[in-house]
């Protein structure tokens, strides 16, 4: 096994002298199992709002009689502390990878009642839980809030950005490690983000092709398992000299995104067509209405009345057509750009041209 390190030693060396022309970091396509970041979430009292809080909210209310008998002052039955000054708040924050006890980390803080805005308060101290039910951090701290809400005694109101969420920055102390449980596997896995057995299959053959050793398995289309030492600084070193390593990834499928909604369409570069011929013409129905009121004859008992008048028209524009001839990339959008398709129109031709099995690709309508 030190043999294995040894030679990754040299990777830096190796990877710069053998760097494909399209090649990307392994650390960018995908991350080693194991390695993840975490939510937490917590319920809170924001405190020292200039009249902007929850105003007796049942729940915020309990809220602040929680934080006095922390501090062992019982209120007495039947009184209810005043919260126009204090916000119920529900405390999110995403705990990184290997994140150990002592570090600090941000907090968003969003108001969950009838607080108007959270600007100027204070986070009194709470507990930040995982899905697990565990505290893994404390949160406490000043808020910074973007938002601004203005009102006057008019009722009117004016209001910017989101006034009833704020931000602390470092507002949260890691008070606990969550075991990973990958220093003790004999093997490391790295996922690829997205699913490409081509991909996988050339990540395993660079490891294996640097090392010198057959370290490296595909097991499927996202997992690389590799053999790791046991010794958790040779394991580090490892997973260093792997992320940076350059690879081929394998080519994307040929994909045609449609969103039908705002008319925007993507192509990338694999999709090719094969011969067809397409004619593309544009129909116009304009319908105008030209209500007229009609007076009654003199001296008669008819009554004025408005009669309509409708004029259509319909005006169609000469088609204009063009042969595809096994079509690149380009070559699509610039015959399509040449007849003045909008996207709508761009959309249907490819839809057309799909149907009839002249487009070689996956046909995505959002």
């Known amino acids: 096994m030190k043999r294995i390190i040894s030679l990754f030693a040299c990777f830096a060396i190796l990877i710069g002298a053998t760097s494909p022309v399209r090649a990307e970091r392994i650390k960018d396509l995908g991350t080693f199992q194991g390695l993840r970041s ?55 924050a995403e705990l990184p990878a290997m994140a150990k006890p002592g570090q600090r980390i941000d907090v968003t803080v969003s108001a969950i009642g009838k607080a108007k805005s959270l600007r100027g308060g204070t986070l009194v101290m709470m507990p930040l839980m995982g899905a697990d039910g565990q505290i893994y951090a404390m949160a406490q701290g000043n808020l910074a809030v973007g938002g601004l809400g203005v009102e006057g005694r008019d009722g009117s109101t004016t209001t910017v950005n989101i006034p009833s969420v704020g931000r ?24 690829l983000a997205q699913a490409d057995i081509t991909t996988a299959l050339r990540v395993a053959d660079q490891i294996n092709e640097l090392s010198g050793q057959d370290l490296a398995v595909a ?65 116009t129905v304009r319908v105008t209405e030209s209500p007229e009121i009609v007076q009654p004859a003199p001296f008669s008992r008819g009554q004025t009345a408005v009669e309509q008048r409708s004029d259509i028209a319909i005006e169609q524009e000469p088609a204009s057509a063009f042969i595809t001839q096994g079509a690149s990339l380009s070559e699509i959008v610039e015959s399509i750009n040449a007849i003045g398709a909008s996207p709508s129109d761009l959309a249907a031709i490819l839809d057309a041209l799909k149907q009839a099995g002249a487009l070689k690709a996956e046909l995505i309508i959002q």
Not at 65 to 91: C, E, I, Q, Y
């Open 219 to 283: 097991t499927d289309a996202v997992s690389i398992r590799i053999q790791a030492p046991a010794d958790p600084t040779q394991r580090v070193l490892l997973m260093g000299a792997i992320e940076n390593m350059d690879v081929n990834p394998g080519e994307a499928p040929a994909r045609v995104i449609v969103n039908a909604r705002t008319g925007t369409v993507v192509i990338n570069g694999a999709v090719k067509i094969s011969p067809a011929a397409v004619s593309h013409g544009s129909l």
């Open 168 to 191: 602390i920055a470092g507002g949260a102390t890691v008070e606990r490690l969550v075991a990973t449980g990958f220093e003790q596997s004999p093997y490391l896995t790295f996922n």
């Open 38 to 92: 975490n939510q937490l979430t917590g319920y809170g009292i924001v405190v020292g709002l200039p009249g902007t809080g929850d105003d007796s909210l049942e729940y915020a209310t309990v809220a602040m009689k929680g934080v006095a008998n922390r501090f062992g002052l019982t209120l007495p039955p039947g009184v209810n502390p005043a919260t126009k000054n204090a916000a119920a708040v529900l405390v999110t």
